[in-house]
Each structure stands twice: as structure tokens, then as C-alpha cells.
């Protein structure tokens, strides 16, 4: 409807906009804006105290220029070059740096580490086994993470206990019904069928219930 009454429109604003633009151009000086009531005042107060104040502005004031000749800028301090110079010959064994490429941009903020102290974790991993933890807790257990990942059990089970990981729920459509996605990890379905058989072959737990190992039981489903 808006683009109606704009196409509507474009003709009556379009009309003779030639001859006005000339009009308005053709002006000796354009009309001034509009001042304010307090502006009005402080130029009566100023037109008062100097009446000739605008031709004052109008002409070359002698004084001003010879005030502005006496005043001088100087500065005290030393040039950059010799900065640089200076450190550079300081620490000669300590180059500065001369690459100024823009550091690249990691996935998680920040470059992890090749290879991590026992009882450490990067975010990476932890963020991997609590999504598998939250998927299948009954699994993927503290003690079975705390084997793989070389950590202290009571620091998984507190990282379990206080961290989660963000879950994707679907909302309903007039097509299909609300439902849950699941953690939002692009390794989701590896952890899923890959991680659970891992970490259950390294621990070897038996079922009490059913005498069957967790990598059979893994099988099985």
C-alpha cells in the first residue's frame, strides 16, 4: 500500500521541480533559519556593549596578527626513528617485531595447545565430553571421561555438574510438532556412535544387571 501511495505521489512532488529549483538558486542569500530566544538575546546583549562589532569582524585587526606572530609551538621530545633506534640497540639479541599481518582468527578465540599437561583440558575437549555426557549420561559417566581425557574425577564431575551444553529445541509449525535437536555440536553423531564404544573398550565396566561388557552392550544398540 505504501508503494502505491508513494508512485501516487511522485507526480504532484515532481511537478515544475525544475523552475523552483531555479528559483531557489537564483536567491541573492537564502533565508536564514529561524533563531532561538535565547540566541536573540545574547545578540542584543553583544550589539549593545559594541555597536560597530560587525564591521569590526569585517576588517583586519593589525593587533591579532601581530599577537599570533609571537606565539610558537616547541616540542621537547625525540623524534620516533630515534626511539626505535634506540631499543633496537638495547636488545640486539631481541629484534622487534617486523611482521604486521593480522593475526588469525582461531575457532575457539584462541590457539589451543598441541599437547596438554596431564589432569588439563582445552575447551575443545571439555566442551566434547560434556555434550557426550549429556546426550547418553548413563554411558559416558565421570569416571569413563576421567580415564580418556587423563583428568582427576572429582574435577569432571564438578566440570558435569556446573557446565552444560546448549541445546537446540525445534518449535512446533502447523507442519510438525515441537521437538528437541540435541546439543549443537558439528560432531554430535561421531560422539554419538564413535566416543561411547571408545570410552567403554578402555574402561571394560560390566553391566551388573545383564553381565554384558558396555562395548557389547554399545553393539547390541
Do not use: C
Given at each position: ?16 521541480v525544475e523552475n ?167 560432531r554430535r553423531k ?32
Open positions: 500500500m505504501g508503494a502505491l501511495v508513494t508512485k501516487a505521489l511522485r507526480p504532484i512532488k515532481t511537478f515544475n523552483r529549483a531555479h528559483k531557489v538558486i537564483s536567491k541573492e542569500k537564502p533565508t536564514p533559519a529561524p533563531l532561538y530566544p535565547s540566541t536573540k538575546e545574547d545578540l542584543k546583549r553583544t550589539l549593545a556593549a559594541v555597536p560597530d562589532i560587525d564591521e569590526k569582524l569585517d576588517k583586519k585587526d593589525p593587533g591579532l596578527d601581530d599577537r599570533l606572530k609571537s606565539v610558537y609551538v616547541t616540542s621537547y621530545g625525540r623524534p620516533e626513528d630515534d626511539i626505535t633506534r634506540e631499543k633496537i640497540q638495547q636488545n640486539p639479541n631481541r629484534p622487534l617485531p617486523k611482521n604486521r599481518s593480522q593475526v588469525p582468527e582461531f575457532e575457539m578465540g584462541w590457539n589451543e595447545p598441541e599437547e596438554v599437561p596431564y589432569g588439563r583440558t582445552t575447551l575443545r575437549k571439555a566442551l566434547e565430553f560434556i555434550e557426550s555426557h549429556q546426550m547418553n549420561p548413563t554411558e559416558v559417566t565421570a569416571s569413563k571421561i576421567a580415564l580418556e581425557y587423563k583428568l582427576k574425577g572429582e574435577d569432571v564431575e564438578a566440570i558435569l555438574k556446573y557446565f552444560k551444553a546448549y541445546e537446540i529445541y525445534i518449535p512446533e509449525t502447523k507442519k510438525s510438532a515441537a521437538r528437541f535437536a540435541g546439543p549443537t555440536n558439528y561421531q560422539l554419538q556412535e564413535n566416543k561411547i564404544k571408545e570410552l567403554a573398550g578402555k574402561s571394560e565396566i560390566v553391566d551388573k544387571k545383564q553381565d554384558i561388557p558396555v562395548k557389547d552392550q554399545a553393539k547390541n544398540n
